[in-house]
């Protein structure tokens, strides 16, 4: 046990395992023909399904369903060939069906694993337990009118991938990087687009602690939880408080609890619902889904390259560590973005370059890799000047910054500032002498034993040179004028 929270009784184990809501991309919803686009016009995506008319019924989208098969395969799990839709009962304002079609006992997918890197570079395996397919609810708007309540059913149907995870999460780093990581695989399939603010991907976080070496105890589920840094809190909150109840002699009851991001503490919502309180029964307006294992077989040769395995060849292919390639690979824009930046270049230069300079210039600018101002050609050619001795990597610094400001080529920049290094070991030799001149008191102390004088003099010859004189033939120049 490496992650321990230390109570009045000593060290405590922290359990959690994850409950996580990732929206699919598909154009239409799991069960009807009405569009999924958001920021629409409130209840302008609402098709009779959706809205429950009587007599209505639902048919399954195809395309969702593939996309939650993608998902699976992407997840190294299971896929059932047989799965069941069911329907789950309660009562909510948006929901006017009063029921919502999801999977209980048969899920589409069973159980797999997702691989977590860790920041002191370790990695560790979370069991996946199942990936079903549901419908999400629609949305009430408490806040338009004084009185009244609104409901918009544009999300109503929409489909949702709920994945739950085995209680192997023991930290509230390794929360984060299990949602992390899920929502890396979810968009380099493009079967979920991860964005936590538009609510694409929630979280559930179930929360328990124990002694060490003990069983299970009592959890408390913390719902909807909507950021990764939200998520790490809501796991130290509520572990903490649950600690605090213990430890005090008290008894934590299982229940459903919210996460106030503001106080950053948890705090009750209503008692824990048991699964019979929804009276699941499969739905009877849909048959059992079933797969074509050649169909799921097509989907498997189509997946795109996954993280882990791009880590692993930028590893192998570029000699990237494997902390540059864990950076470069969670994003897929960014692996792109290197991978035509490296090409048939110094791999590890051109990884500096995207992990320092570039991601610091976009985080400072709030922007994404796609808007980045520098292009993974222009880049390139960068690094070439480098390569060929057009420019110093002192200089590159400040082509980097113009670049970045403007948009330019760096050819163009190098040319149109005279920022080309100077090889000419004429002019190299003149400023040197010049140097050289104006200081005899440092020449005496270096010919005198004071060895540390010969940065004096490059760094001297170097300024009056701008900074472009080429630093080995200045290096070659210094020594030879400062020789007795
Ligand atoms: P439910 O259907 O009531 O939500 P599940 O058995 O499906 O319950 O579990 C939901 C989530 O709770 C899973 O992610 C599981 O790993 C997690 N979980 C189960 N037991 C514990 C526990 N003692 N502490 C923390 N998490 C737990
Ligand atoms: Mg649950």
């Not at 994404?368 to 060929?388: C, F, H, M, R, Y």
Request: charged share 25%; net charge negative.
């Amino acid at each position: 046990m490496t992650y321990a929270i230390e109570g009045s009784t000593g060290p405590w184990e922290v359990v959690v395992g994850l409950e996580v809501h990732a929206q699919v991309i598909s154009k239409s919803k799991l069960f009807s023909g009405a569009a999924t686009a958001f920021g629409a016009e409130p209840n302008a995506q609402v098709s009779f399904v959706d809205a429950a008319f009587p007599g209505m019924l639902p048919v399954p989208n195809a395309e969702c369903v593939a996309q939650a098969v993608r998902t699976g395969l992407g997840l190294n799990a299971k896929i059932n060939l047989v799965s069941r839709f069911d329907r789950k009962n309660y009562f909510y304002a948006d929901l006017p069906s009063g029921y919502q079609i999801s999977q209980y006992e048969k899920p589409i997918v069973g159980s797999g694993a997702i691989e977590i890197e860790l920041a002191d570079g370790s990695t560790k395996s979370i069991g996946v337990t199942r990936l079903h397919l549901e419908q999400d609810a629609g949305k009430s708007l408490h806040d338009q009118d004084p009185t009244k309540s609104y409901i918009d059913l544009n999300r109503a149907g929409v489909a949702l991938m709920e994945i739950v995870s085995e209680p192997d999460i023991h930290s509230p780093d390794e929360a984060g990087a299990y949602v992390r990581k899920l929502r890396s695989i979810m968009r380099y399939l493009g079967t979920c687009d991860g964005n936590m603010e538009e609510g694409s991907l929630r979280a559930d976080v179930n929360v328990s602690v124990r002694k060490p070496g003990e069983a299970f105890r009592t959890r408390c589920e913390i719902k909807n939880v909507n950021s990764v840094r939200f998520v790490m809190q809501a796991v130290e909150a509520e572990a903490t408080r649950q600690i605090e109840v213990w430890e005090s002699g008290g008894t934590v009851r299982q229940e459903t609890r919210l996460f106030d991001s503001a106080r950053g503490t948890t705090r009750p919502m209503r008692s824990k619902e048991d699964a019979h309180d929804y009276r699941y029964f499969p739905d009877p307006d849909l048959p059992p889904l079933v797969l074509d294992k050649a169909w799921v077989n097509e989907l498997g040769k189509k997946l795109p390259e996954l993280p882990d395995a791009k880590r692993a060849r930028f590893m192998a292919e570029h000699g990237l560590s494997a902390y540059d390639a864990a950076v470069l690979v969670a994003e897929r824009a960014n692996a792109d973005f290197f991978e035509a930046t490296a090409h048939r270049r110094d791999a590890k230069q051109a990884a500096n370059w995207i992990t320092g300079d570039l991601f610091a210039t976009l985080n400072r600018t709030g922007r994404t890799i796609e808007q980045s101002p520098v292009s993974a050609e222009n880049l390139g050619k960068l690094l070439d000047l480098i390569a060929d001795d057009t420019i110093s990597g002192k200089i590159a610094k400040d082509v980097f910054a113009v670049m970045a400001e403007t948009g330019e080529a760096p050819d163009a920049i190098v040319e149109a500032r005279g920022w080309r290094q100077v090889k000419d070991s004429g002019a190299i030799d003149a400023a040197v002498a010049a140097i050289v001149a104006a200081n005899p008191d440092k020449v005496a102390e270096y010919r005198g034993g004071k060895e540390k004088m010969f940065g004096f003099f490059v760094g001297q010859v170097m300024k009056a040179m701008a900074g472009k004189g080429n630093p080995a033939l200045v290096n070659e120049a210094v020594r030879r004028h400062l020789s007795p």
